[in-house]
């Protein structure tokens, strides 16, 4: 969890707002440390989270969270954490008995259609419990990223149904919230990843969006990242709300500086 974020987005692992779907998105640059801070501030606010991680190991998502001060082993023993190794359960898929149900049960399929299995491991991992002392905060489902399912074979609009379902279950009907990373292909002609993007922009609360900087690399300046804050019960001028800033990663921290206004440059 990065503090100066949680400043910069107004939260607090004591404070958390629920129903919400938050948006993050990356181009030209690397916005994994975005679902870092999604992920160690959820878990400090005690709430029960669902990681679907297509991108990398448990030990890498584990190794950045001791940094950032949690234990995902921790968290995965005392039930608080599911986490789905998308990596080595891509794997797994290939090897067990066809009738036997798996969360990415559409790799094997002919014709990658839907994303049930998908959504029904969530279901599963997220539904409250009765025993209201052993209960978490609110459930929280985080996916990084959801531009690897288009890679898979899936189309766009059967992603948008799986967070569609997703919503109705986790936001409107459990209280909690979510979020995703999808990858922005920039300049280059990717239609389906741009009809998932578009897609989810509507439907977002919170749009972060991390930049590489048109100049190239930089030293002390590492890209900058857009706020976009979306009120859609609002009337149209106090709908949406637009800040950028720039930013420097740390080992353990991330700073957040107005434009311009870089240590460095000053």
């Known amino acids: 969890m990065f503090p100066e974020l949680n400043n910069l987005l107004d939260t607090s692992p004591d404070r958390v707002e629920q129903g919400k779907l938050t948006l993050l998105c990356d181009v030209k640059t690397d916005g994994s440390f975005l679902v870092h801070h999604f992920l160690s501030f959820y878990l400090k606010a005690h709430c029960k989270v669902c990681f679907v991680a297509l991108t990398q190991s448990f030990s890498h998502y584990n190794i950045v969270g001791q940094k950032l001060g949690v234990s995902l082993t921790t968290a995965r023993e005392r039930g608080q954490l ?13 090897f067990r008995p066809q009738e036997e ?12 259609g839907n994303l049930q299995p998908l959504y029904e491991f969530v279901q599963d991992a997220l539904k409250p419990v009765a025993d209201r002392e052993a209960a978490w905060r609110c459930p929280v489902l985080l996916v990084d990223d ?12 059967a992603v948008l149904d799986f967070i569609h379902y997703c919503r109705a279950t986790v936001c409107w009907e459990w209280k909690g919230n979510i979020v995703a990373l999808v990858h922005d292909s920039g300049n280059t002609e990717d239609e ?9 922009s509507h439907q977002s609360h919170l749009i972060l969006r991390a930049e590489g900087l048109a100049t190239g690399f930089c030293r002390d300046v590492h890209g900058q ?24 990663i740390q080992d353990k921290n991330v700073s957040f500086f107005a434009k311009g206004m870089s240590p460095a440059v000053l």
Do not use: C
């Open 101 to 112: 149900p798996h969360p990415l049960q559409f790799l094997r399929e002919a014709s990658a």
């Open 225 to 248: 990242l857009r706020v976009l804050w979306r009120r859609p019960l609002q009337p149209t001028a106090l709908r949406d709300r637009n800040l950028i800033y720039q930013y420097k």
């Open 146 to 157: 959801l531009s690897v399912l288009l890679s898979l074979g899936l189309g766009a609009v």
């Open 192 to 200: 389906e990843n741009d009809i998932l993007l578009n897609g989810l």
């Open 82 to 94: 599911v986490f789905l190794e998308g990596l080595k359960s891509a794997m797994d898929v290939f």
